[in-house]
């Protein structure tokens, strides 16, 4: 496994991030415990998750899976612990955002579930325009005072955002957002406009999440001929998108490698990029995504997959003319 600093920190993670979004609804509790296992026997120390993540059987569900992983002994100090506020969790009216209220509330209940004394990178799951940084940066240093959270953390910020809580932390004198969770596949490229230049400029770490396109990029098409089963959306997508995945799946058939780990590959390939959220739902699937750290594409890859999907960057002249 290799690790990498986070953002402008001292703290070193894994350059794969374990995502928890399915333990429970789409993964066993059994089963989202031998996961949690064999990341740790890859070498994976990054664990993601978010107090709204289970909502379909009940909240704060896998927090309360990943909380009985840990209480079986041993575990909590090998990882990094990375969780989420800003999601409705209940039916008050301070029950979501980002006011101080909430802040203090939702991170004891997160501690609570998941069974620790503290969270290692506590994440702002979305923008509260609502709330002023003041408000949030008050509640966020409370909480580190009091030893409950390491790092804060975002996720779905605009570069402006992340520029403006940049500055108003320097303000403070405080380390502010040391992170941001984007969007961000070779499907999904909007980011490498603003908010990559961004992280990259502020010393800001990129977690991207779906780096496989949410399905798009491991390999639909050869998926849908096959029979095997497939989200009836994940095929209308895929059917708006065809000559592009038709391409790309045919120049990752004569590179060797599935299209899946072409798509890994690519996102960990850029230098802001910091750990790509993978969220298999079986250990194999772990296994197969912490090879793909092997996989070095070629100048030549990287160009012909920017033909097939081209960035905000690459687009032609005219594109631009008014």
Known sequence: MEYKYLGRTGLKVSRLCLGTMNFGPFTTEAVSHNIMDKALELGINFFDTANVYGWELGVGITEEIIGRWL??????????????????????VNERGLSAYHIKKACEESLKRMQTDHIDLYQMHHIDRSTPWEEIYQAMEQLIREGKILYTGSSNFAAWNLTEAHYIAKQRNILGIVSE??????????????VIPACKALGIGLIPWS????????????????GRRTREALIASAEKLKPQIEAYEKLCKEIGYAPADVALAW?????????PIVGPRTTEQLEQNAKVLEIKLTDDVLKKLDEIWPGPGNQAP???AW
């Not at 100090?77 to 008050?92: C, E, Q």
């Open 211 to 226: 780096p496989m396109g949410g399905g798009i990029l491991c390999g639909i098409l050869e998926k849908t001929k096959e």
């Open 181 to 194: 969770q984007s969007i961000y596949s070779l499907r999904n490229r909007h980011i490498e406009l603003e």
């Open 71 to 92: 209480n079986q002994g041993g575990k909590r100090d090998k990882i990094v612990l990375a969780t989420k506020v800003y999601g409705k969790m209940g039916s008050g």
């Open 267 to 275: 996102v960990l390939n850029n230098e802001v990029v910091t750990s």
């Open 318 to 320: 005219e594109a631009y």
